[in-house]
Nanobody, 111 residues
Framework: VQVVESGGGLVTPGVSLRLSCVAPGTTFSIFSVEWYRQPPGAQRAFLAR???????EYSESVKGRFTVSRDNAKNAAYLEMDNLKPEDTATYYCYLGRKWWGHGAQVTVSA
């Protein structure tokens, strides 16, 4: 299974960014999709989850600022990140079905 993140980049503080996670050819709807991030020199940390039965869960560190969603028809999930801060700088990973990791998308927040 191939999992691909996209939508990262270099942005200034305060802006919004949406990451996408696609997994072509999968039965996407049966899988949970989780988002993690790994800042430079730090461990990978859980951010948010959308489950197959429609639940959403968030880490306290991003609750209210990040929103996870999914479009099963497109085999895709998204992470909308609002009011980005320099401390959000990290590589962001999609984790499909608690089995498959993407290669990551770099997000850099800098003035």
């Amino acid at each position: 299974v191939q999992v691909v993140e996209s939508g990262g980049g270099l942005v200034t503080p305060g802006v919004s960014l949406r990451l996408s996670c696609v997994a072509p050819g999968t039965t996407f709807s049966i899988f949970s999709v989780e988002w993690y991030r790994q800042p430079p020199g730090a461990q990978r940390a859980f951010l948010a989850r959308t489950t197959a039965d429609g639940r959403f869960e968030y880490s306290e560190s991003v609750k209210g600022r990040f929103t996870v969603s999914r479009d099963n028809a497109k085999n895709a999930a998204y992470l909308e990140m609002d009011n980005l801060k320099p401390e959000d700088t990290a590589t962001y990973y999609c984790y499909l079905g608690r089995k498959w990791w993407g290669h990551g998308a770099q997000v850099t927040v800098s003035a």
